[in-house]
C-alpha cells in the first residue's frame, strides 16, 4: 500500500537554526499538508498546498515557516531560525483531492530544539 | 469556532472488555468525520470516515456511528493490540476543507 514517507526522522537543532523537514507525499495525491502535534497536545494544522501554492495556512504558519515543493516528487517545510517553541512532531500528509476524502499521514520528524 | 472534543482522555481496559470513545463536535455543516488510530512515536493511521447522521462503519472489532452532534468509536472484546491513541477529525462544509483534530483518547488494554 502506497504511503507518506519523512526524513529525518529525528532532527535536534539549536534555536536560530534553520531545519528542512522533507516529505515524500503518496504519487498520486494532489494535495499536501503539514500538521505538528507538541507533546502530549493535539494535531494542529499548519499548512496546505496545491497546484504549486500555499492553499490555506494556519495562524502557527508565519514568516519563519515557508513550504516548497521542488520536484515532482518531495513537499519540504522549511522553519527559518527555529525557537523553542517549534520543537514537536511534524507531520506531513496527502489527499487525492476529493474534499471530503481522508489525509495519509507519514510517521513524522520529532524535532527537538535545544 | 468549529470545536473537536474527546472523551475519555484516557481509557483502561481488561482483554476483552468491550468499551466505546466519545467524539463530540460543533460545526456550522459537517462534511466528514474521520477517526484515526495513532501508536506512539508514528502518524496518524485513517480508520474511517462518515459523513451522515446514522452511518456506521466496521473494521474487525471496532465500530464507528455518528448522530448530528456525536460519534462514537466502539471497541467490542478488544486486545492488548488495540491499545493506541484514537483520534477525532471533523471537516466542516462550507469554506475550510481542513480537517480539525480533537485531542484524543488514549486507550490501553491490559492482557
Known amino acids: 500500500e502506497p504511503e507518506v514517507t519523512q526524513t529525518p526522522s529525528h532532527q535536534v537543532t539549536q534555536m536560530g537554526q534553520e531545519v528542512i523537514l522533507r516529505c515524500v507525499p503518496i504519487s498520486n495525491h494532489l494535495y499536501f499538508y503539514w500538521y505538528r502535534q507538541i507533546l502530549g497536545q493535539k494535531v494542529e494544522f499548519l499548512v496546505s498546498f496545491y497546484n504549486n501554492e500555499i492553499s490555506e495556512k494556519s495562524e502557527i504558519f508565519d514568516d519563519q515557516f515557508s513550504v516548497e515543493r521542488p520536484d515532482g516528487s518531495n513537499f519540504t517545510l522549511k522553519i527559518r531560525s527555529t525557537k523553542l517553541e517549534d520543537s514537536a512532531m511534524y507531520f506531513c500528509a496527502s489527499g487525492d483531492g476529493e474534499a471530503d476524502s481522508p489525509l495519509h499521514f507519514g510517521n513524522g520528524t520529532r524535532l527537538t530544539v535545544t | 469556532e468549529d470545536q473537536v472534543t474527546q472523551s475519555p482522555e484516557a481509557l483502561r481496559l481488561q482483554e476483552g472488555e468491550s468499551s466505546s470513545l466519545n467524539c463530540s463536535y460543533t460545526v456550522s455543516g459537517l462534511r466528514g468525520l474521520f477517526w484515526y488510530r495513532q501508536d506512539p512515536g508514528k502518524g496518524p493511521e485513517f480508520l474511517f470516515t462518515l459523513y451522515s447522521a446514522g452511518e456506521e462503519k466496521e473494521k474487525e472489532r471496532l465500530k464507528a456511528t455518528l448522530t448530528k452532534k456525536e460519534s462514537f468509536l466502539h471497541i467490542t472484546a478488544p486486545k492488548p493490540e488495540d491499545s493506541a491513541t484514537y483520534l477525532c477529525?471533523?471537516?466542516?462544509?462550507?469554506?475550510?476543507?481542513?480537517?480539525?483534530f480533537g485531542r484524543g483518547t488514549s486507550l490501553i488494554v491490559h492482557p
Open positions: 477529525a471533523v471537516q466542516a462544509s462550507g469554506g475550510s476543507y481542513i480537517p480539525t
